[in-house]
């Protein structure tokens, strides 16, 4: 048993107070395997519709707090036994009515009047608002959420916009930022202002701050004066709104003093006139969770300091509610209906009807009971809980998706352990054809690979590349078969389990697969090396992750190759390492960028070297939800790359093949569109856009692409 505190990056951590306790017995309650009948299949397909519709779009305080995990585990013992329609119609009817009063589970043909919601005078509406999908993760708590809107709901998080400076000339200097600023209060979530800047190290530490609050409905000039470090690296300033109301900023100016700067220089000017009403002003970031909170960041012509257009921070509906008295119908399958309000009223003390105080769900798990991949309702529940949340979150088409529940379930159903059903639910998101995705168990780490790369060549599994520290095996030696099992025969059994939006990186992925497992792990690999064959044992000891992951044979990861022409690997230097190779690079004749990976340490930044004008990043589109029937409003945020000194005016190349991936696709994006070089190389992977995740009962992970990524489709700056 180990654990323990794990830090990455620059940060610091602490840890105190340890205390591990015994929650049960293992085992208590488990269910054991048993066959699905075609029955039981079409009532837990009808468990899934029912909990995607309640779960995401239900408002109430019941379906708010309720542990949806735990109620979908009990539910599916309930659910799957129901011997026809109608008293499929009773269970489902029984399960939903604590949680959604309001609820009413049809048989076809009957159509009894629609229960509306109850209101008060003083009652408020309010409905669920979806950004893309949260599901409370870390992760997905930086670039998604999902949160009940109006009502008397107050705002959560923060909002704003930042620019950020590259500081490299301005080591030394005293920065000062002067703006016009102006806010407004309203309702009963009071907000808080502020103006903003910091100054920050090559590690991502801040090294110096300041600001200054924003206050008061008439416009106020604003002075804010930073000595920078010698070791500064960029330099953030903006604005922030916490809490509700409004924020505006105009006329923003930033100048640098001192050092041979006789006078003030200035660094940036921006009165947004340039910008369009109602768009994102150009340059400025407004971040992710930003937007996930709610917060509305635009120009506005409303009240400008000076000229036609000011920066609007506000907290406000940027999508319209469901109408309470017009209920939602779901088709549930098996002549089922579910029918509910996708809005409700509530006043200060909560949804209408007011939650009752029994429980939400009659628990027939023993007291003590731990979810597990070794229970079959827990495997059930799994199921239809991810495919609940992708049916209606996953940005893009879904083909054959009821089918895909179907072979889960039963899958599922017959699964002896954790690790088959790992392969379930890889299975099962295999069909989202997508890079993104990852399926993990808290107990089955397998992140190590064998220390050695290899190709199907004419039919044969060859080794291409092996870590010269093993003895035995050498590239170009024939693998036939892995652990007992014909190599090829292997593969195939690998595809199926393999997430991929291309076949190139299908083939990839699989060849990483084989053989792999948790650090240490053993495996027997038959060789045949001319008219010889032999057996070796290898462990699996590269990591698929960080600096150290497998890439073959390569240069050293800044090379000059010959005189003038120098080799990048974009996919293992970091920020620091291209700044201090800046230099030389600018007496370069020709630039080769490697990007045949995944370049998870390097920014966007070495880009605004290769530019002479700004640049635009093709950004992410995230879809907005209230209602389950409806197109979403699509939300669009990219960034603006700013050119900086020294421009590298040599001929560039970047090289590319089926590892690269998500981040390598916006650089690469972005260097077709600008024209800044010659692409060479074999077809990327084809993924790209922001990930989201969620965690499952019994300590499964998966994660998937949770926000649209598209190529090009961007105006020029």
């Known amino acids: 048993l180990q654990f323990g505190l794990v830090v990455a990056g620059p940060a610091e951590g602490w840890i105190d107070a340890v205390e591990v306790q015994i929650l049960g017995e293992a085992g208590l309650g488990n269910e054991p395997v048993r066959a699905l009948t075609e029955r039981g299949t079409a009532n837990l397909a009808a468990l899934a519709r029912l909990i995607e519709v309640v779960r995401y779009f239900h408002p109430s305080d019941e379906?708010?707090?309720?542990?949806?995990?735990?109620?979908?585990?009990?539910?599916?013992?309930?659910?799957?036994?129901?011997?026809?329609?109608?008293?499929?119609?009773?269970?489902?009817?029984?399960?939903?009515?604590?949680?959604?009063?309001?609820?009413?589970?049809?048989?076809?043909?009957?159509?009894?009047?629609?229960?509306?919601?109850?209101?008060?005078?003083?009652?408020?509406?309010?409905?669920?608002?979806?950004?893309?999908?949260?599901?409370?993760?870390?992760?997905?708590?930086?670039?998604?959420?999902?949160?009940?809107?109006?009502?008397?709901?107050?705002?959560?998080?923060?909002?704003?916009?930042?620019?950020?400076?590259?500081?490299?000339?301005?080591h030394g200097k005293t920065l000062a930022l002067r703006a016009s600023t102006r806010a407004e209060w309203q309702g009963e979530a009071q907000g808080k202002g502020e103006l903003w800047v910091s100054a920050v190290g090559a590690d991502g530490r801040s090294l110096a701050h300041d600001r200054r609050p924003v206050e008061g409905a008439s416009w106020q000039d604003a002075e804010i004066t930073l000595p920078l470090p010698e070791n500064v690296a960029k330099v953030y300033f903006g604005v922030r709104l916490t809490g509700g109301?409004?924020?505006?900023?105009?006329?923003?100016?930033v100048t640098a003093s001192g050092g041979k700067d006789?006078?003030?220089?200035?660094?940036?000017?921006?009165?947004?006139?340039?910008?369009?009403?109602?768009?994102?002003?150009?340059?400025?970031?407004?971040?992710?969770?930003?937007?996930?909170?709610?917060?509305?960041?635009?120009?506005?012509?409303?009240?400008?300091?000076?000229?036609?257009?000011?920066?609007?921070?506000?907290?406000?509906?940027?999508?319209?509610?469901?109408?309470?008295?017009r209920p939602f119908l779901a088709d549930l399958g098996r002549g089922v209906s579910l029918r509910l309000p996708l809005a409700?009223?509530?006043?200060?003390?909560?949804?209408?009807?007011?939650?009752?105080?029994?429980?939400?769900?009659?628990?027939?798990?023993?007291?003590?009971?731990?979810?597990?991949?070794?229970?079959?309702?827990?495997?059930?529940?799994?199921?239809?809980?991810?495919?609940?949340?992708?049916?209606?979150?996953?940005?893009?088409?879904?083909?054959?998706?009821?089918?895909?529940?179907?072979?889960?379930?039963?899958?599922g159903a017959t699964d002896k352990d954790n690790?088959?059903?790992?392969?379930?639910?890889?299975?099962?998101?295999?069909?989202?054809?997508?890079?993104?995705?990852?399926?993990?168990?808290?107990?089955?780490?397998?992140?190590?690979?064998?220390?050695?790369?290899?190709?199907v060549i004419d039919g044969s599994l060859t080794v291409t590349w092996a870590d010269p520290a093993i003895s035995g095996i050498h590239p170009g030696d024939i693998v036939e078969a892995v652990d007992g099992t014909p190599a090829r025969e292997a593969l195939q059994k690998l595809k199926p389990l393999v997430s991929a939006a291309t076949s190139a990186y299908l083939r990839y992925r699989a060849l990483e697969l084989l053989g792999a497992g948790p650090k240490g792990t053993s495996h027997t690999l038959r060789i045949r090396r001319g008219g010889e064959t032999t057996t070796e044992t290898l462990q699996a000891s590269a990591p698929f992750l960080g600096?150290?992951?497998?890439?073959?044979?390569?240069?050293?990861?800044?090379?000059?190759?010959?005189?003038?022409?120098?080799?990048?690997d974009l996919d293992r230097i970091d920020d620091g390492d291209f700044e201090a190779a800046?230099?030389?690079?600018?007496?370069?004749?020709?630039?080769?960028?490697?990007?045949?990976?995944?370049?998870?340490?390097v920014s966007e930044s070495f880009l605004a070297h290769l530019i002479s004008s700004p640049a635009k990043?093709?950004?992410?589109?995230?879809?907005?939800?209230?209602?389950?029937?409806?197109?979403?409003?699509?939300?669009?945020?990219?960034?603006t790359v700013q050119p900086l000194s020294p421009h590298l005016s040599a001929r560039l190349v970047f090289l590319t093949d089926e590892r690269a991936y998500s981040r390598a696709e916006t650089y690469l994006d972005m260097a077709s569109f600008y024209h800044l070089g010659e692409i060479v190389g074999a077809t990327t992977g084809g993924t790209n856009g922001e990930i989201d995740d969620m965690d499952l009962p019994g300590g499964f992970h998966v994660s998937w692409t949770g926000k649209i990524g598209r190529a090009s489709c961007r105006e020029r700056v």
């Open 63 to 170: 379906s708010a707090r309720l542990d949806w995990p735990m109620w979908t585990t009990e539910a599916v013992g309930q659910v799957e036994g129901a011997g026809d329609a109608a008293e499929l119609a009773r269970v489902l009817s029984r399960l939903v009515a604590p949680i959604a009063p309001t609820a009413q589970v049809l048989l076809r043909g009957s159509s009894p009047p629609p229960i509306l919601p109850p209101r008060t005078p003083e009652s408020r509406r309010i409905a669920w608002r979806h950004y893309g999908l949260g599901t409370g993760t870390p992760r997905s708590s930086g670039n998604f959420a999902t949160r009940r809107v109006g009502g008397f709901v107050k705002p959560e998080g923060e909002g704003g916009a930042l620019w950020i400076l590259d500081a490299s000339a301005l």
């Open 245 to 253: 109301g409004r924020l505006f900023l105009d006329r923003v100016q």
């Open 262 to 325: 006789a006078a003030p220089r200035e660094v940036l000017a921006d009165g947004f006139e340039a910008d369009a009403p109602a768009r994102y002003p150009e340059g400025w970031f407004v971040s992710p969770d930003t937007r996930a909170a709610g917060y509305r960041v635009e120009v506005t012509g409303e009240r400008p300091r000076e000229g036609r257009h000011a920066l609007m921070v506000a907290w406000s509906l940027d999508v319209a509610l469901p109408d309470p008295k």
């Open 344 to 411: 409700l009223f509530a006043d200060a003390k909560g949804t209408l009807p007011h939650a009752s105080q029994g429980p939400a769900f009659e628990r027939r798990k023993p007291e003590g009971f731990l979810p597990s991949g070794e229970d079959r309702a827990t495997r059930l529940a799994d199921v239809l809980l991810l495919w609940a949340a992708l049916d209606r979150f996953y940005p893009y088409p879904l083909e054959h998706w009821p089918l895909s529940l179907e072979r889960a379930l039963h899958k």
């Open 419 to 455: 690790h088959e059903f790992l392969d379930t639910l890889r299975s099962l998101t295999a069909d989202l054809q997508d890079n993104h995705v990852t399926v993990a168990h808290t107990g089955d780490p397998a992140d190590y690979r064998l220390p050695l790369l290899w190709r």
């Open 547 to 568: 600096p150290d992951r497998l890439r073959g044979a390569r240069p050293e990861k800044i090379a000059e190759l010959r005189p003038g022409l120098f080799y990048i």
């Open 582 to 601: 800046l230099p030389r690079l600018t007496e370069a004749k020709g630039i080769i960028f490697d990007l045949r990976g995944y370049p998870e340490r």
């Open 617 to 639: 990043t093709p950004g992410t589109w995230t879809a907005i939800r209230t209602r389950p029937d409806a197109a979403p409003t699509l939300d669009h945020l990219a960034w």
